[in-house]
């Protein structure tokens, strides 16, 4: 029976996650920073899959909050097999609207964070010649639109650049890029989403199906769905110019309200 450590397990998509592969029969360690939700979530998928379930709480957004992760990560006696490096968060508001405090919490989410604990994560698996880690980003990464939007083409960027050069160790890696998926993540940002169109939004429980569909044929980029494939397509190809107006429009659009 394989681990698998999930971050921001307790909602969303970690939470997804979570279901899924605690009904597929993989023992989890669930790291979210509130340990009540987290004792709960534990229980529910123990007693409903039979599977161990770990609780690890955390910030992210702190060193003490990443050390703590990462040292799970590199424990030899106890090994995760898959990485699911899913924390993470937006801010409400237009640049130099949103204080820098918050600019720099959501880099130490997005980046630090995801660079420490796929690094550790990695250098134990690649011992073992096995392992996976799924780095979740946005299909915000293909756009211009700010921090969240720079922060998540980082993301992928650095996943595909470390599979490459994990290419032939047995270690996967794969970047995820989402679009609007109903979860909590808007309303923690305190973000409208009534303006969204129906049509855009995604199932977190299909979307998993899909991103380890993804994992096991091999992939490094998941875009799980057809529409997002599309408009991902499409930002790759649309002058730059034009695609920051018509982004930005968009932003203000079906962004924060």
């Given at each position: 029976m394989t681990t698998a450590l999930i971050t921001g397990s307790t909602a969303g998509i970690g939470a997804a996650f979570a279901r899924r592969l605690a009904a597929d029969g993989h023992n989890l360690v669930l790291v979210a920073r509130d340990t009540k939700r987290l004792t709960e979530q534990a229980t529910e998928l123990h007693d409903r899959h039979g599977i161990e379930a770990e609780v690890l709480t955390a910030d992210l957004a702190t060193d003490d909050g990443i050390d703590a992760v990462a040292?799970?990560?590199r424990n030899r006696t106890n090994?995760?097999?898959l990485l699911i490096n899913n924390a993470g968060f937006g801010n409400k508001g237009r640049y130099l609207d949103v204080p820098m405090s918050d600019e720099l919490r959501m880099i130490k989410v997005h980046i630090e964070a995801v660079l420490r604990?796929?690094?550790a994560a990695t250098g134990a698996m690649r011992e073992r010649g096995r392992g996976g880690v799924v780095n979740v980003a946005s299909v915000a990464a293909f756009v211009p639109r700010g921090t969240y939007g720079a922060s998540k083409a980082w993301v992928v960027q650095f996943t595909q650049g470390v599979a490459r050069d994990l290419a032939g160790s047995g270690v996967r890696l794969m970047a995820l890029c989402p679009g609007f998926v109903r979860t909590e993540f808007h309303q923690r940002a305190g973000m409208g989403t009534d303006n969204i169109p129906n049509w855009m939004?995604?199932?977190a429980d299909k979307l998993v199906a899909a991103a380890l569909a993804d994992l096991d044929r091999g992939k490094t980029l998941s875009v799980p769905d057809p529409?997002?494939?599309?408009?991902?397509g499409l930002a790759k190809v649309a002058p730059h110019g034009l695609l920051g107006g018509v982004t930005s429009k968009t932003g203000r659009k079906y962004g924060p309200q």
């Open positions: 040292a799970r990560l090994p995760v097999d604990l796929t690094s939004w995604l199932d529409r997002y494939k599309a408009l991902t």
